[in-house]
Nanobody
Framework: QVQLVESGGGSVQAGGSLRLSCVMSGNIFSMNGMGWHRQAPGKERELVANITRDGVITYGDSVKGRFTISRDRGRNAVDLQMDSLKPEDTAVYYC????????WGRGTQVTVSS
């Protein structure tokens, strides 16, 4: 069973930065890809960023140029560096990983105040 544990959420003022981490139980390169989605109150879950096993990266339009996804083989982790945060980035951020199935973490809250 794949387990994903997110950390690094919190509260920050607009313009600030946060770094999220997602640690997986097992080798991240056993998955076809991993990434981050987010869900704000009253809105649908949306893609933030993902990275395939081959290293292909995709970003959601609203975070391009501000967020960076990366992998850490030693920690079996996928990190999300979030810079120039805006109030509209406020959401619960979920890590996911996919192979035959898609697995989700429980989420971590990010709150950006103006």
């Amino acid at each position: 069973q794949v387990q994903l544990v997110e950390s690094g959420g919190g509260s920050v003022q607009a313009g600030g930065s946060l770094r999220l981490s997602c640690v997986m139980s097992g080798n991240i390169f056993s998955m076809n890809g991993m990434g981050w989605h987010r869900q704000a109150p009253g809105k649908e879950r949306e893609l933030v960023a993902n990275i395939t096993r081959d290293g292909v990266i995709t970003y959601g339009d609203s975070v391009k140029g501000r967020f960076t996804i990366s992998r850490d083989r030693g920690r079996n982790a996928v990190d999300l560096q979030m810079d120039s945060l805006k109030p509209e980035d406020t959401a619960v951020y979920y890590c996911n990983a996919w192979r035959q199935f898609t697995y989700w973490g429980r989420g971590t809250q990010v709150t950006v105040s103006s």
